[in-house]
């Protein structure tokens, strides 16, 4: 027995004399640095994300790419990192509850946002113009910000092509790639899995021409990936199907719609008739006692249908306890935010409670977008904290007039607040002028000064 352990002992000095374990030992530690190191680094991520910006109360994002970014990492990343943060720390249940705890209170931030916030910028960059090159580097609008990087170009490519804009998605692809050449060891993303992306958000997106295209690009680099082949052949059949189907439902705008873009991009084809030959602004009091001590600017924008400004008639004292009091009933826009062409009155004419006029009070100034474009007149009103913005939605005989048919530019840049105030058949049996023709359709008529307007012309 002495013999044998003896024996045994010598095994064991053979053992670390080998010096086997040492180097697994070092592993072993380096392995746990480096965790270590990966959750360092993973805890400054999330501090970062939940840093001076959120507690200071006057924090906002004006910018819409500074608003894109927020939301990405309050999103994405913070998914990201604090999934990541678990992994590593899944052992410890003090860590798992701190970081749990966390994830509960991100729940307001989510990936519907960003996508939310992404389909605002597409908006923007479409109605305004503007080019993916100046965008991703940051440059549109007066201010400058960061340039984006090849993910979060990305992102927006990935949307854009589930908002079936694939010739804006190919453009931030290519800027994602290039992106990606300039970011070297810091990229985030592989061409790989750009084109994948792009692949399968144009198979399923039924853009067959441009999956083909992406899976034919796949299948050049990846040759033996087998799921590649299968999917270009997928997509070249159903290419072949719908090139070969008779209804090719190709979504174009109409002339109504392109007018409204034109009006967003500040080209404002004048179709109705000349241009007036002077602007038309008083000072109105409409016979009320107040208003004679102090008659509100007035300035007119169109006669039929009449439509007129009415410059700095709230405080913004004032449309600041307005924006807090009544938070329901004002619009709040959000970036890209618009109001698509819609008219405020309702068509079945014998509704008592229709909408003679509308009343549209500007409660925030916008830096960039953001009018009341009345394609049919045209123009565009750009809000103005403060003023407001009148017209007419029904002749003066009830029946509706079709011009009066506005909406609301993106806004580019800034936030933009309004409250409406609907003027409404019901209440107002008798106040509203009663035309003695059943025909009348002129609200002028009934206005001493417009009549003296119109008569000069427009
Ligand atoms: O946002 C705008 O300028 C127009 C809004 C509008 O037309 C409406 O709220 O009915
Ligand atoms: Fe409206």
Redesign the pocket.
């Known amino acids: 027995e002495l013999y044998s352990s003896v024996g045994k002992l010598h095994d064991v000095f053979q053992q670390l004399r080998a010096d086997e374990s040492r180097p697994l030992l070092k592993h072993l530690i380096t392995q746990q640095e480096n965790r270590l190191d990966k959750i360092k680094s993973l805890a400054k991520t999330l501090r970062e994300l939940s840093g001076q910006e959120i507690r200071d109360p006057e924090f906002t994002v004006h910018h819409p790419l500074d608003a894109f970014r927020f939301i990405r990492n309050h999103s994405i990343i913070f998914n990201i990192t604090t999934t990541e943060m678990l992994k590593e720390i899944h052992l410890y249940k003090q860590g798992r509850i701190v970081i749990e705890s966390l994830l509960k209170n991100i729940t307001i931030i989510g990936v519907d946002d960003l996508k939310g916030i992404i389909r605002g910028i597409l908006e923007i960059q479409i109605t305004y113009d503007l080019t993916t090159k100046d965008m991703a580097n940051g440059k549109f609008g007066s201010l400058k910000v960061e340039p984006l990087s090849a993910a979060e170009c990305q992102d927006i490519m990935v949307v854009a092509y589930l908002e079936k804009r694939y010739d804006t998605a190919k453009e931030w692809f290519n800027m994602a790639v290039n992106k990606m050449d300039e970011e070297g060891d810091r990229m985030t993303t592989t061409p790989l899995s750009l084109l994948t992306r792009a692949a399968e958000a144009s198979a399923t997106t039924g853009n067959y021409l441009e999956a083909v295209h992406w899976y034919s690009e796949i299948v050049a680099i990846e040759p033996n990936s087998r799921y590649h082949k299968y999917k270009l052949r997928v997509s070249k059949k159903m290419l072949d199907e719908y090139n070969n189907s008779p209804n090719q439902d190709q979504k174009t705008l109409n002339d109504l719609e392109n007018r409204f873009i034109e009006g967003c991009q500040g080209k404002v084809p004048r179709l109705l008739g000349p241009v007036p030959k002077r602007l038309y602004c008083d000072f109105d009091d409409n016979g009320h006692a107040f208003l004679l001590i102090q008659p509100v600017r007035r300035e007119l924008i169109s006669l039929d249908p009449y439509i007129v400004v009415y410059h700095n008639v709230l405080s913004k004292k004032t449309i600041m306890s307005i924006r807090e009091d009544f938070k329901p009933r004002v619009?709040n826009?959000g970036i890209g935010g618009?109001?698509f062409i819609?008219a405020?009155y309702f068509d079945d004419m014998h509704q008592l409670d229709n909408r003679i006029a509308?009343f549209?009070l500007y409660m925030s100034d916008v830096e960039m977008g953001?009018?009341?474009?009345f394609p049919y007149v045209p123009e565009v009103?750009y809000?103005q904290m403060g003023s407001a913005v009148f017209w007419y939605n029904l002749y003066p005989n009830n029946t509706s007039n079709q011009l009066t048919k506005?909406?609301?530019?993106p806004v580019a840049i800034g936030d933009?607040w309004?409250a409406?105030i609907w003027i409404r058949l019901n209440g107002n049996e008798f106040t509203k002028p009663c035309p003695l023709d059943a025909n009348e359709k002129s609200w002028t008529k009934y206005m001493k000064r417009e009549r003296e307007w119109s008569k000069r012309g427009r």
Do not use: E, F, L, R
Not at 406 to 409: A, P, S, V
């Open positions: 619009t826009y618009q109001y819609h405020d509308t549209m953001g009018g009341t474009n009103v809000p506005h909406g609301g530019c933009k309004i409406n």
